[in-house]
């Protein structure tokens, strides 16, 4: 597909008139387009498209279909019958009442574009210029950020159904780009054990013999790392991404010796052990599925998961609509206290700096007061920390890094409202 910029119509006529009597007390995308207008432009997304091929949907219209399908929850089959049907959708659009729609396979292309590119923020970027050509948007205010957790779209493993799994994963990986190098190297056995995905198959339940099937495990998992290292390997094999994630999670939940010669001359007997659990290292550098090794695993209070921290800055302004400004996201093993620095830096390189910077206790930390040099962010407040021993407060006291903050390490309070 390729992208022939052209200059964006007016809402048709019959569109409108049709819309409007249908809302006459006014919708919230009839006033989205009139006061907005469509804030993007063809040109704003022409890196992602070739300079020749069959020419594409305009993306300007697929972005605010993305928006529109996330703010209702909608699949992508939803949001096409929409654009269809809807009308006003086909305001919001530009689309005449006739206009057939697009294959909902479309949506999934752009957004797969957009993380090739690394274009995601630019969806948020020109609602902000467009926000704050209006006046909406003002540097110098007041903001405040804020967390919650994102669950991977994963399957939660057991460490036996992980080790099993990523090997599988290597394999189908291998097959695919080498398939007569991983065909002379795979006894008949692998096919029986890593045809079907482990949670399919029968794992035994009696210990013993679990623990005889993580060795079997781990001794093919070593049997393949050492034929990707081998000299006569495949060239590009062992620069795959599965294969840093296979040798990551090998290194977490194996251990591996190698023992003296039983004769001499004779190479070394090489072990496998599986590790129990106490010896396993901290979980941040644990890998929780071959299919996200970026995803981890965080016990917060009442909540455990496994996935992602998002951490999102608005504006909070008594008199002004309330905007969002940034979107960070980390592992969910990634401290909030990690945090404040990279989003403060974020807000400045915008040209959003806030006067006032509200935060959860979480993101305050001793730390901050020695790493700050950003003059830009005048106040920087957060609910006070209450001692464990004393009754809880809602009286909060601000706290600016011109003073001492309290440590990370301290206990949180029980409320953690930062307005």
Not at 5 to 32: N, Q, S
Not at 135 to 143: D, E, F, M, T
Not at 145 to 159: K, P, Q
Not at 389 to 410: E, G, I, T, V
Request: hydrophobic fraction near 40%; glycine fraction near 4%.
């Amino acid at each position: 597909m390729s992208l022939h910029p052209h200059i964006i119509e007016p809402v048709p006529e019959e569109t409108a008139r049709i819309a409007r009597a249908a809302f006459p007390k006014g919708h919230p995308y009839l006033t989205f387009r009139d006061a907005l207008g469509t804030i993007f432009q063809d040109e704003d997304f022409i890196t992602l498209f070739p300079a020749w091929g069959q020419p594409g949907l305009p993306p300007w219209r697929l972005a605010l279909v993305t928006i529109m399908q996330f703010r209702e929850n909608l699949a992508d089959r939803q949001a096409a019958e929409a654009v269809r049907a809807r009308i006003d959708w086909k305001y919001l659009l530009s689309l005449d009442l006739t206009d057939p729609g697009f294959d909902f396979s479309v949506l999934s292309e752009f957004r797969d574009r957009l993380l090739a590119g690394n274009a995601a923020e630019v969806l948020l970027e020109k609602l902000l210029e467009r926000c704050r050509a209006l006046g909406l948007l003002k540097a110098r205010g007041q903001q405040r950020t804020d967390s919650t957790h994102v669950l991977a779209a994963i399957r939660v493993l057991n460490r036996l159904e992980l080790v099993a799994e990523t090997l599988r994963a290597t394999l189908n990986a291998l097959a695919t780009v080498a398939p007569d190098w991983l065909q002379g190297l795979a006894p008949l056995a692998w096919y029986e054990r890593y045809g079907r995905r482990i949670e399919d198959t029968r794992l035994p339940r009696e210990q013993a013999q679990r623990d005889a099937y993580a060795q079997t495990v781990g001794e093919d998992g070593c049997h393949l790392l050492d034929a990707l290292d081998a000299p006569e390997a495949p060239k590009g094999l062992r620069e795959l991404p599965i294969i840093a994630t296979l040798r990551q999670t090998w290194q977490r939940h194996y251990e591996r010796s190698t023992g003296e010669a039983p004769l001499p001359g004779s190479p070394a007997v090489s072990g496998v052990r599986f590790k129990p659990n106490r010896e396993l290292p901290p979980a941040a550098e644990g890998i929780e599925s071959p299919y996200d090794a970026e995803a981890r695993y965080r016990h917060k209070r009442d909540t455990a998961w496994t996935g992602y921290m998002v951490h999102v800055s608005e504006t909070c302004e008594p008199t002004t609509p309330h905007l969002l400004t940034h979107v960070h996201t980390t592992p969910a093993t990634v401290h909030e206290a990690q945090c404040t620095i990279p989003i403060q830096q974020a807000l400045i390189d915008k040209e959003m700096p806030p006067r006032e910077h509200f935060v959860d206790a979480a993101y305050i930390c001793s730390g901050l007061q020695s790493k700050r040099t950003r003059p830009a962010i005048s106040a920087f407040s957060g609910p006070h920390y209450v001692p464990l021993s004393l009754p809880s407060s809602p009286h909060y006291m601000p706290l600016s890094l011109q003073s001492s903050a309290p440590a990370c390490n301290h206990p949180r309070p029980a409320h953690i409202n930062c307005l």
